[in-house]
T-cell receptor, first 117, second 112 residues
Framework: DAGVIQSPRHEVTEMGQEVTLRCKPISGHNSLFWYRQTMMRGLELLIYFNNNVPIDDSGMPEDRFSAKMPNASFSTLKIQPSEPRDSAVYFC???????????????FGPGTRLTVL | TQLLEQSPQFLSIQEGENLTVYCNSSSVFSSLQWYRQEPGEGPVLLVTVVTGGEVKKLKRLTFQFGDARKDSSLHITAAQPGDTGLYLCAGAGRGSQGNLIFGKGTKLSVKP
């Protein structure tokens, strides 16, 4: 089975440019999470969706960040305009329904390493 | 705000040594998980503990959930280079949606 798929794996861009990160969750999972990981702050939850609906976006740092989940198999995280302090590894994770008995396990993608110059 | 503090932040040991890493909070969690993350990859779930005082073993790894469900420990016996990685604890947040709150992790290096 394919795991969570993220693209691109690496992104280098200049300050002010728009960045779009993509995620395909595991089929059958109904929750999707976007995280940001840095040395200083660790793994931070940005936003999560249940059944394609955004539930909590309180972790989104600024209005420059937006996320969408148009269907059960695709989500995007957009940063516009990007700034050097946005440099981090961005992870997408998906989770099966909590009623499935899978102990609230989240399955992480390989991440996108973003560098904003 | 629910926070999880992990210690030590970094740990470098020789192959064959034993070690314990800790995850502490002032908040009560309904469950707590341990993940391991290798360089260039996302975290992978190792175990979930649910009951206060619960102990779970996974080969050479022993996980314990504190009686008050505020803290947890991970003990590794006879560490091997393959144990190298970032160990993250995560607690189930408040509410019914099941989001996780992660600690910053313990970066373990096991030298041959």
């Amino acid at each position: 089975d394919a795991g969570v798929i993220q693209s691109p794996r690496h992104e280098v861009t200049e300050m002010g440019q728009e960045v779009t990160l993509r995620c395909k969750p595991i089929s059958g999972h109904n929750s999707l999470f976007w995280y940001r990981q840095t040395m200083m702050r660790g793994l931070e939850l940005l936003i999560y969706f249940n059944n394609n609906v955004p539930i909590d976006d309180s972790g989104m740092p600024e209005d420059r960040f937006s996320a969408k989940m148009p269907n059960a198999s695709f989500s995007t995280l957009k940063i516009q305009p990007s700034e050097p302090r946005d440099s981090a590894v961005y992870f997408c994770a998906s989770r099966p329904p909590l009623t499935s008995g899978r102990e609230n396990e989240q399955f992480f993608g390989p991440g996108t390493r973003l560098t904003v110059l | 705000t629910q926070l999880l503090e992990q210690s030590p932040q970094f740990l470098s040991i020789q192959e064959g040594e034993n070690l314990t890493v800790y995850c502490n909070s002032s908040s009560v969690f309904s469950s707590l998980q341990w993940y391991r993350q290798e360089p260039g990859e996302g975290p992978v779930l190792l175990v979930t503990v649910v009951t206060g005082g619960e102990v779970k073993k996974l080969k050479r790894l022993t996980f314990q959930f504190g009686d008050a469900r505020k803290d947890s420990s991970l003990h590794i016996t006879a560490a091997q280079p393959g144990d190298t990685g970032l160990y993250l604890c995560a607690g189930a947040g408040r509410g019914s949606q099941g989001n996780l709150i992660f600690g910053k992790g313990t970066k373990l290096s096991v030298k041959p």
